[in-house]
């Protein structure tokens, strides 16, 4: 099955910076990747997302990047604000019927200080 | 983005009782959700895949007689803990993955807020 690793686990970033986390998968037929925010305690919220048909993808301060090649896709977010202290999950989707499912990574803990 | 509503969001019970928890897709309908356990500072643990009128597929070490699953229309699925214990506490979520829909919206997981379960 798929495995999908995610690094770093914890990453403190000062305000204003740029912060970057990374994911690679296992599994080649994989062809949808979420990133998901959870706030403590609070649900899972996605934030972006990409297929493998594309290389890259934007949204305001969150861009995307995935490397079908070397199996990896990273995060990106840029000018970070307080308010993105969070845990971010990547995730990776294999295709295929309603048997599929989400293989989620370990998470990292973003923290953004003052 | 489409909603996901999942009661009761925390509950407290005595070793031994069974607990329900319902999820539900508010303005979609969702053919496939999906049960998590979330332990502290951890990643989501897929728990069973939920079928809407068919057996839930059950993940390796989830007793599928402990952790009952029921997606009995394609907006309600409940997972009943039964006879609960202080180990089964935990935060669970459940997911709903749209049925069809265009390409664009393919594959995408929506998230309950998550039921916190509290055995005494």
């Not at chain 1, 845990?87 to 200080?113: D, E, H, I, M």
Request: with cysteine; glycine share 8%; hydrophobic share 35%.
């Amino acid at each position: 099955g798929e495995n999908v690793e995610q690094h770093p686990s914890t990453l403190s970033v000062q305000e204003g910076d740029s912060a970057v986390i990374k994911c690679t998968y296992s599994d080649s037929a994989s062809n949808y990747f979420p990133w998901y925010k959870q706030e403590l305690g609070k649900r899972p919220q996605l934030i972006i997302d990409i297929r493998s048909n594309v290389g890259e993808k934007k949204d305001q301060r969150i861009a995307v990047t995935l490397n079908k090649t070397a199996k990896h896709f990273s995060l990106h977010i840029t000018e970070t604000q307080p308010e993105d202290s969070a845990v971010y999950f990547c995730a990776a989707y294999p295709g295929g019927g309603t048997a599929s499912k989400l293989t989620f990574g370990t998470g990292t803990r973003l923290q953004v200080t003052l | 983005g489409a909603v996901v509503s999942q009661h009761p969001s925390w509950v407290i019970c005595k070793s031994g009782t069974s607990v329900k928890i319902e999820c539900r897709s508010l303005d979609f309908q969702a053919t496939t959700m999906f049960w998590y356990r979330q332990f502290p500072k951890q990643s989501l643990m897929l728990m069973a895949t939920s079928n809407e009128g068919s057996k839930a597929t059950y993940e390796q070490g989830v007793e599928k007689d402990k952790f009952l699953i029921n997606h009995a229309s394609l907006t309600l699925s409940t997972l009943t803990v039964t006879s609960a214990h202080p180990e089964d506490s935990s935060f669970y979520i459940c997911s709903a993955r749209l049925a069809g829909g265009l390409m664009i919206a393919k594959n995408i997981q929506y998230f309950g807020a998550g039921t916190r379960l509290s055995v005494l």
